[in-house]
């Protein structure tokens, strides 16, 4: 069964720094991965796909990587600003239309 | 502009009720999916429909039923069997060919009277 974990879990950053959100899953039998960005009381907004024979992506200030044999993904943000602050998710997907997501990283930046 | 609209935004069931969530999407998506989100948990599936007139059970489908009679529709019923349904509701599509990625609504919360 695919599990994703992300952690942190809550992440406080000032504003302009670059930061790192991990995301890693423990079967690499994927398609690809997707980052979402979640506001409160919102739905998801996509933000980047991975394939699953790619290794990075990238739109804006934001740069995805993807390691599938290590079960491994990060989403780089590049100057982070206060409209960043928002929880953001990865999630996979499997064979038969299963995407597993992970439980997100609430990142908070402050002005 | 092209989007996947959820309705109604917040709604309230009572005790023995069942209840619809409707979904639609003018992005000519072939493939559409409930999702449910709780505090502290991942979004879990509860229904997925990848073409009309077919769709397939989730990882939690007991207590919900859908219907996809049109391809711009999918809504999901949540029925009296489902004992906690008290939760954050998320619809979303996909074209179906290649690796595309999902797209969302903004959701419905559903809560118990």
């Known amino acids: 069964k695919q599990e994703v974990t992300q952690i942190p879990a809550a992440l406080s950053v000032p504003e302009g720094e670059n930061l790192v959100l991990n995301c890693s899953f423990t079967?690499?039998?994927?398609?690809?991965l997707q980052w979402f960005r979640q506001d409160p009381g919102k739905g998801l907004t996509s933000l980047l796909l991975?394939?699953?024979?790619?290794r990075e992506q990238t739109s804006g200030r934001l740069n995805a990587s993807l390691d599938k044999s290590s079960g491994r993904s990060t989403l780089y943000i590049a100057a982070s600003q206060p409209g960043d602050s928002a929880t953001y998710l990865c999630a996979v997907r499997g064979g038969y239309q299963k995407v597993t997501f992970g439980t997100g990283t609430k990142l908070q930046v402050i002005p | 502009d092209g989007g996947i609209t959820q309705s109604p935004k917040y709604l309230f069931r009572k005790e023995g009720q069942n209840v619809t969530l409707s979904c639609e999407q003018n992005l000519n998506h072939d493939a559409m999916y409930w999702y449910r989100q709780d505090p502290g948990q991942g979004l879990r599936l509860i229904y997925y429909?990848?073409?009309?007139?077919?769709?397939q059970k989730g990882d939690i489908a007991e207590g919900y039923s859908v219907s996809r009679e049109k391809k711009e529709s999918f809504p999901l019923t949540v029925t009296s069997a489902q004992k906690n349904p008290t939760a954050f509701y998320l619809c979303?599509?996909?074209?179906?060919?290649?690796?595309?990625?999902?797209?969302f609504g903004d959701g419905t919360r559903l809560s118990i009277l």
């Open positions: 991975i394939q699953s024979s790619q």
């Open positions: 979303a599509s996909r074209r179906g060919s290649g690796e595309q990625p999902q797209h």
């Open positions: 429909s990848q073409i009309v007139n077919d769709f």
């Open positions: 079967d690499s039998a994927i398609y690809n």
